[in-house]
């Protein structure tokens, strides 16, 4: 992927990711958002709030931005009971338990995150795809490689809520 092609496939990318939660999210309450299938499983809360913070503190770095989760209070207006840097990496499935913010505050911060990525994207040039901007690992990751991985994690997050809505009991699904 280069230039303006890479840029306008990446833009869409992202831009799938957020329609994909939000549906899996609709006319969820509290118990469908944190039902679980297994006891070790995530839940829709968990998942849609994992995407968005994912999203926010990987490209924030690469944007050379302050991340928005304590840039703009997402993280005051959350209120878990994590440090600000946790993104829901290795969690444990007590601590995917606490998460459970209403839909619009797990849509707002989503919908900012990916609004962040897109502005970000916007400044991507051809060249700046090849530039490395990792060297902890061999090879050292590319911007490329990197947006690609964040893109690709978001998306499997997105498409474990909508494949966990699905799963949900009928007398769970809207409460």
Not at 40 to 48: E, I, P
Not at 155 to 171: E, K, N, T, V
């Amino acid at each position: 992927m280069t230039g303006t092609g890479a840029r306008q496939v990446l833009t869409d990318g992202f831009g799938r990711v957020g329609p994909v939660v939000r549906a899996a999210l609709e006319g969820t309450g509290s118990a469908a958002r944190t039902w679980r299938p297994t006891p070790r499983a995530t839940t829709l809360a968990w998942l849609a709030w994992h995407v968005a913070r994912v999203q926010d503190a990987q490209v924030a770095p690469l944007a050379g931005t302050e991340e928005l989760w304590t840039a703009d209070g997402w993280a005051e207006r959350f209120a878990l009971p994590f440090e600000h840097t946790a993104t829901g990496y290795g969690q444990s499935p007590q601590e995917v338990a606490l998460v459970d913010p209403a839909p619009d505050l797990l849509l707002g911060y989503l919908d900012a995150s990916t609004a962040q990525t897109l502005a970000y994207l916007q400044r991507v040039e051809d060249d700046d795809l090849d530039t490395v901007v990792d060297t902890s690992w061999d090879p050292p990751v590319t911007l490329g490689v990197r947006l690609v991985s964040i893109l690709d994690d978001c998306a499997q997050h997105a498409g474990q809520a909508a494949y966990l809505r699905g799963l949900l009991p009928d007398d769970v699904a809207h409460r």
